[in-house]
């Protein structure tokens, strides 16, 4: 099963694709240059910058051709070779960013993630990066078929409503899970204190509702825990200690590991069970899950930036970089 695939045209979007090496197991574009968000007068802003993640089998291949062909789209780093910049992208989320370059009279940025470093963050969150970026609506341009990859796409999905209801009240609109989906790779994320506008997600979610019916409406009318009223919008779950405990007992592992270590004192070495089992029945359980999730982003995006001195080449190429992203929101 692959991700629902969106309607609008993606002939710019693979004309851009067309100047890079084509071993790809998945490449989608994203963000406010594919996507209308709040504030937009009709869609998305010929001046925005594109936003792709290519998913290659082979990082250290696939950064060796595009150093052949794309050669100054690199920073120094292109001095020391394509294993060297592989050892740079596996820090952190596993993903490679160029910044800034120029295509096809756009500027584009374009990360480069290894194929089983995406699946392993689709299905375990271990860092909730791209992962979290594919539970928004993202344009998909190829997708190969690794059954693997395709199975954890949607694997990803699962998870992200799973959490969102341990966050969100026992009835509920669709928006409001929308909004609590947008929001996971951007709890205790610290570019949303000191670079990002903090209305994102608000930005994102409300000119897209219909994109993430497309992602999530099949998922959501297949969930035996949901009353999907969908001609109304609304949403009803089982906020049972029981149903609290089905939902965490399915959540991503590393999202299991951080809600024990946060809820089991040091040196008890309870089961992850029983932990679970006591969250399910703390009143604060939502709040759990949800500093759980903050503990992953925190990480990874504090790494994943500190990377971008690496990747954006010089001081002031990385200061336009950062400028520019907080100036389309990205």
């Given amino acids: 099963m692959a991700l629902p695939a969106l309607s609008s045209s993606g002939v710019k979007f693979r004309r851009v694709l067309a100047h890079f090496p084509q071993e790809l197991s998945l490449a989608f574009a994203y963000g406010s240059g594919v996507f209308r968000q709040a504030g937009d007068s ?48 596996n820090y952190g989320a ?23 470093t995406l699946i392993d963050d689709l299905l375990h969150w271990k860092t909730l990066y791209v992962a979290g970026r594919l539970q928004k609506p993202v344009k998909i341009l190829t997708q190969n078929e690794n059954s693997k990859l395709q199975a954890a796409l949607v694997s990803n999905l699962k998870s992200a409503v799973t959490a969102a ?19 996971l ?33 099949n998922i959501l009318q297949d969930c035996p825990q949901v009353v999907y009223k969908h001609h109304l919008g609304r949403l009803e779950i089982d906020k049972s200690p029981e149903g609290q405990f089905a939902q965490l007992m399915s959540l991503p592992r590393t999202l299991q590991q ?28 939502g709040f759990v899950v949800h500093q759980g999730i903050s503990r992953i982003v925190r990480s990874s995006s504090v790494v994943q930036s500190a ?4 990747t954006a080449g010089s001081r002031e190429e990385w200061r336009l970089h950062w400028m520019f992203c907080r100036e389309q929101h990205l």
């Avoid at 052949?68 to 292109?78: A, E, G, I, W």
């Avoid at 809820?263 to 359980?285: M, S, Y």
């Avoid at 990377?307 to 690496?310: E, P, S, V, Y």
């Fill in 42 to 89: 009709a869609g998305p802003g010929e001046n925005n910058m594109l936003d792709f993640v290519f998913a290659v089998d082979d990082a250290v291949t696939w950064h060796m051709m595009n150093l052949t062909k794309n050669r100054s789209h690199y920073s120094f780093l292109k001095v020391l070779g394509p294993k060297q910049i592989n050892s740079v992208q």
């Fill in 94 to 116: 596993g993903i490679y960013y160029n910044t800034l370059v120029p295509c096809n009279g756009r500027i584009i940025k374009y990360g480069v993630i290894s194929t089983d």
């Fill in 165 to 183: 209801f341990l966050m969100l009240p026992e009835s509920f609109s669709e928006e409001d899970l929308y909004m609590q989906i947008a929001g």
């Fill in 185 to 217: 790779s951007y709890t205790g994320d610290f570019r949303m204190i000191v670079g990002e506008d903090r209305s994102k997600v608000q930005n994102i979610v409300e000119p897209n509702v219909p994109h993430f019916q497309k992602l999530y409406s």
């Fill in 258 to 285: 951080q809600i024990t270590s946060l809820v089991d004192p040091p040196g008890k070495n309870r089961d992850v069970e029983e932990i679970l089992l006591q969250v399910a029945h703390d009143p604060d359980c």
């Fill in 307 to 310: 990377k971008t001195i690496l």
